[in-house]
């Protein structure tokens, strides 16, 4: 092993929105990353384009969603269902449904849709802010996990794809976001499980038409007598159409069928008899076998992962691919990056597939339910319509599925099962504070939002954006009524002084140093904590009403004094939205992911904190708590 | 005159606020603009800072505001007032107001903070992207409306400001957007008439500071018994004290006197007592005396314009020199256009200083009043205090102007006079249909704002900003229920297409060839046309209520089945908050600045087409509607 060896923390395979949302987050931490791509440009025309609801919240979290938006991208509100007409006289709108319908508690309730290529520039634009990039067009042709440096354990071979020049570097860490054909997974011997036996052969077509189908500018599912397509809009008048060339079901499948152009876009124009559909021009046009499959590991030695299409595949239909990929790289980032900061175990790594591999199974088995009704062909037009008509209620089962699927499809039913994160009574956390009564909040899932007045000015805010993506825990501190839980206030602050807390523990090296603006991460970059009072803004005083520790969060104190029409007559909506008593309040802990990791009272003494530090004794990587500290004694 | 002199549409001299925004609005629509000025780079430090709401909601009309908020500037929420505690112990807070109150229907209800010179590069990179710039840095020697080219009357004469490059250009107008010393206007001749004889001494500093004033995030006007001080948070964590050196209403008032840095900073520690206050940098300071003027014209001969601190100086106080730049800009822009297009009579143009200098006299009279009271030193310290606390509500006169003139400060209570576009009982336009009953909108005031749902695409918008700043009359037809109302919007349509209507007389020439994407101008750069039912979305089908002239408008076609919290009671809150009946609708006609020009009853027959042909027929520069009609036969 060469001394002069190139060092990375990170060597990230494939520059799509896994590898690059892995690597923006990782640049920003500090981390030196090395991402390669074996294309010369980033994507330039097709792939994916739909951003779900809880991605484009995540990517606010980010700073990025301006950045998104100034493309103009089509937002998906409703999506319409059309059905046969009887009597072949074409179709009719049969129903629409809200995308993310009002059950949902989201920020953006709508799809965004945009094309890939410009996403991918968002990430890299970051990237350069950060002193990184993309090296282009490069890929790995060899790595072993030879353990000659403990450090970085981990050496990658890499080659540019048209000229001979190689490089061999030392990783601490290899990551695959190469997509479903994987040089890395093949060399560890990951297999791809298929879940569903069924596979399609889709055609796929971005393009500006003309056309007097009234929904053009909607999400529309069409089932015809001639076909199946799907509709979504897109960025500068554009409309992606996917239409089902074959599929596994058929008695003379090839998965290797082939349609022209001109055969998809007359297919297309028949299915939308009576509407018209002419092309101005047709950007991108595919067609490709898509089968389910499914990584049966995402690492086999916690120093290679894998994560996006690598691990997953499925059909397109419910833009669940790329925002799939973005929580496969923020979960593994964010663990990353609390093992090498010397935060936690190294043991977390485990979690990744454990949290992810589940999202994937549920996302598969929705997906199969999903596209195999929308592939089916209707046995008697007409049938679908006149069901949907009936005074007995929606019978179509496509409909059914896509309603019932609505929480998952938006990203906010993404919901990590209990482990050293996520509390549950079985966490070796068992203070009686954990879960309070009249708590709502549910572990390893997102916290909802809610507004707040920020005391220092006045800014009507977003609570759960407050803390940006900075890789720290969320300490949401629920102050309830000042003049309660002044005592509690107090206690806390105090308690989290004590030596063996994990406030002390996780401390800066350089807090002598941290400049007077610094407001998220004053103290550790463990933790940021913020600071709810339920009560008007005007009567809050942040330093007489906080210790001064709390206080140095200037910018994260917030009075609960925004109205909600979720919780209409609530005193104070943020303390309701999270079940917390609005006099008494209590600690809300969220990973840095946005998942609730657990909720703990507010008391007198030293028990609340004594709760969180036997929550994070669980998985960090210094003894903290009252274990530790008699240990010690 | 050379054939060969360059030929210019429009010759601005300043790309400041005034300049820059007259340049974006004319280069987007077309025209050749040459916009110099004398200084090498946009303002780099210093001057203005401070968009307030109305002017940020023009700034999202033109597509803009995004890239401003880009910059992450300071939002002020609320302006903090403070006051001497008795006995010279320091400084207390008296009261907290909202700086757009809410009853102001404000979409941003805040002052949004950022450098002048980032706010002059979102318009540069505008003009950048329709082929035109600033060039720099270059000045005004001369200039004579001679009138040897009756197309390009004016010939102007400019000078690289370090060398000895000249050049000697023509134009149709020539615009001074160059400060309070303007050339321009001393050539012309136009005298500045200083209403008030007090005039002070300000000392500003931009800088970013440590205090433990716990306000320094918001706006705060305090008076000490030490003196007077304005805090004004901005961007990147800078603050912009204002401190008053002296005034005219000093026994030894000097208005060329100085104070050092460090004297001001002296000065600011004094009055900030007991809090603390240090600069870590300083980025900009300046001392400079402000009085009041105003220009007794802002033209002379209706080619050569003024507009902005060329026309109107006042104190820094109450943030609204910028904005009343942008406004006078605004002004000039569409009505330049609606000439030079052909649309209007070059009478017009009469109505800029008409409409813009009445609005500069008012903010005169309120910048005397606010100024002059925040200047005054409390002749007892405590004083104001007490009486804020009193039962007998609030007696500080500073807190009652400052709380009575929030609507005009915020840029909602600019009030256009009657006039050929502001339509009265005195217009030239009599028909019965005009003010109908019940109507809330004042003309020559902005529209107000309102959510509706876009039928083509489910999504919620805000309906007055759905056309974009496009120089065009807005015509918003409200139309109210489609079964009661369908009689009315086919007659509406077919008027509309009758020979001497407004709507054939100004079609666009290339109407044969405008792309099928056109959504805004398909038929002329006169008007653009809204439709508005209420009723929910799911029963709107856009072909089948209207007709193809109304349906070609297709993405602006809405829903008004957004609930309002202004209107919580109302079937179809748009409707009401136009004043207008939810059953029969009405149509609202806006300037292409946003500003209502009239309301008429939709009624079946012709007599609402024909009470818009009269309202046009009194500016259009062609003959339209009954009268054209009769004189031809």
């Known amino acids: 092993m060469p001394e002069s060896q190139e060092k990375n923390d990170v060597v990230i395979v494939g520059a799509g929105p896994v590898g690059l949302l892995l690597a923006v987050c990782l640049a920003r931490w500090g981390y030196k990353i090395k991402n390669v ?90 990237l350069h802010k950060n002193g990184a990039d993309v090296q282009r067009p490069w890929t790995i042709t060899g790595f072993k996990n030879d353990g000659q440096d403990k450090t970085y354990p981990v050496e990658v071979n890499l080659k540019h794809v048209q000229t001979d020049e190689k490089e061999t ?19 560890v011997g990951v297999k791809i499980l298929h879940k569903d036996p069924i596979s399609h052969v889709w055609g796929v077509m971005d393009g500006v038409v003309r056309t007097d189908f009234p929904d053009v500018k909607m999400k529309c599912t069409i089932h015809s007598d001639h076909g199946s397509i799907m ?77 996006g299409d690598c691990c997953h595949t499925h059909s397109p239909k419910a833009g669940q691919g790329m925002n799939t990929a973005f929580h496969d790289a923020l979960n593994l980032a964010w663990k990353i990056h609390h093992v090498e900061a010397g935060f936690a175990n190294r043991s977390i790594l485990q979690t990744y597939e454990a949290e992810r591999k589940l999202i994937a199974e549920d996302l598969l088995i929705f997906d199969a339910k999903y596209a195999a009704l929308f592939s089916q062909r209707k046995p008697s037009a007409g049938e679908v319509g006149a069901a949907a008509e009936s005074k007995e209620g929606e019978v179509n089962e496509f409909v059914e599925i896509f309603k019932s699927s609505a929480e998952f499809t938006s990203g906010y039913g993404i919901a990590y099962g209990s482990n050293e994160f996520n509390w549950s009574p079985d966490h070796s956390a068992q203070s009686h504070l954990f879960n309070p009564q009249g708590n709502v909040l549910r572990t390893g899932r997102i916290m909802p939002p809610a507004n707040v007045t920020r005391v220092v000015d006045a800014n009507e805010v977003q609570l759960e954006q407050e803390i940006p993506l900075n890789g720290s825990f969320r300490i949401f501190l629920f102050a309830g009524v000042p003049s309660t839980t002044q005592r509690a206030v107090a206690d806390f602050a105090a308690n989290l002084q004590k030596k063996w807390s994990f406030y002390l523990t996780f401390q800066r090296k350089d807090i002598a140093s941290v400049s007077y603006h610094e407001q998220h991460n004053p103290h550790s970059h463990f933790f940021t904590i913020c600071t709810t009072f339920a009560a008007p803004r005007a009567q809050l005083e942040i330093t007489s009403l906080l210790p001064p520790i709390l206080a140095r969060y200037s910018n994260h104190v917030y009075a609960d004094d925004v109205w909600d029409p979720r919780v209409p007559d609530a005193k104070a909506a943020a303390h309701a939205k999270m079940g917390l008593d609005a006099e008494r309040g209590g600690v809300v802990v969220v990973r840095p992911d946005g998942h609730v990791a657990c909720v703990v009272s507010l008391v007198e003494g030293s028990e609340t904190v004594d709760a969180l530090n036997e929550y994070f004794e669980a998985f960090v990587a210094k003894g903290i708590g009252k274990s530790s500290m008699q240990a010690q004694l």
Chains 1, 2 share one sequence.
């Open 231 to 307: 509709i979504i809009p897109r960025e500068n008048d554009m409309v992606r159409l996917y239409i089902q060339i074959a599929s596994s079901t058929d008695k003379d499948f090839n998965p290797r069928k082939q349609a022209t152009l001109d055969e998809v876009q007359a297919s297309a124009k028949k299915i939308l008899e009576p509407y018209y559909i002419e092309w101005d021009r047709v950007e991108w046009y595919s067609v490709y076998p898509i089968g389910q499959g499914i990584a049966e590991k995402y690492t086999t030695d916690h120093r290679v992962f894998m994560g």
């Open 37 to 126: 791509d074996n294309r010369e440009v980033p994507t330039l025309t097709g792939r994916a384009d739909g951003i779900q609801p809880r991605s484009l919240h995540l990517l606010r979290n980010m700073g990025l969603k301006r950045q998104i938006m100034a493309h103009e991208p089509a937002k998906v509100y409703e999506v319409a269902f059309w059905d046969p007409l009887s009597g072949g006289k074409g179709i009719q709108r049969t129903g629409n449904w809200a995308s993310c319908p009002k059950f949902i508690d989201a920020r953006y309730p709508f799809t965004t849709l945009l094309h890939q290529g410009l996403i991918e520039r968002v990430f890299i634009d970051d």
């Open 169 to 187: 570097v030392r990783t601490k860490y290899l990551f695959s976001g190469e997509g479903a054909r994987s040089f890395i997974r093949d060399q």
